[in-house]
């Protein structure tokens, strides 16, 4: 079976079973971590509440690791109208994105200013929720999880489905990492 073609089963399988199953073993279903995070990441664009919707989501990866490039494969073999993908650098403006992936530990740079508003920022890096990103995809004994800090999905301006804050770990913002401690 090619990769296109398993990525597609892997495609097909996930849109067709429930959230629900947010906790997957990478390893029953035969298909890699950073793939199995790629269709996670694609699936929460679902469950961001907008009053209006989009013609077109922008999905933005900022570094490079197996998850970005899983992302972007997904991204272009889906050949889509309503996504589109754009990679930017550490200082490059992210207003323009909806989804930010941060694939090289940047949340560093993500702050309280206007231009971080409506984008939802998630990454795979370690501590990423707890250092002020939104969503961290986490692995945990084979399985792939979400922690999602409330904080700063608020601070943001987005609304999260309760569907999908309900299969998360929710962390608040008085659980926020303080200077990496």
């Known amino acids: ?10 495609l097909a399988f996930i849109l067709l079973v429930p959230v629900s199953t947010a906790q997957i073993n990478t390893r029953s279903i035969g298909v890699s971590e950073a793939d199995l995070k790629a269709v996670f990441v694609l699936r929460l664009l679902d469950f961001i509440q907008r009053e ?4 077109t989501t ?4 900022l570094g490079r690791n197996e998850t970005t490039a899983a ?3 997904l991204v ?3 050949r889509s109208r309503d996504l589109s993908i754009g990679k930017l650098e550490a200082d490059d403006p992210y207003d323009s994105c909806h989804l930010l992936f941060d694939g090289g530990g ?3 740079q993500f702050g309280e200013e206007e231009s ?7 990454s795979d890096s370690d501590g990423f929720a707890y250092q002020g990103g939104m969503v961290e995809l986490v692995r945990e004994n084979n399985r792939v999880k979400l922690t999602i800090n409330a904080g700063a ?15 998360a770990n929710v962390i608040g913002a008085d659980e926020r990492v303080k200077n990496g401690d």
């Open 1 to 10: 079976m090619t990769f296109r073609a398993a990525l597609a089963a892997l």
């Open 52 to 55: 209006e919707p989009l013609e």
């Open 58 to 61: 922008r999905i933005c990866l």
């Open 71 to 73: 992302i972007e494969r």
């Open 76 to 78: 272009v073999s889906k």
């Open 106 to 108: 940047a949340v560093s």
């Open 116 to 122: 971080y508003r409506h984008v939802l920022t998630v």
């Open 153 to 167: 999905v608020g601070a943001a301006d987005i609304q999260l489905s309760s569907r999908l804050l309900m299969l």
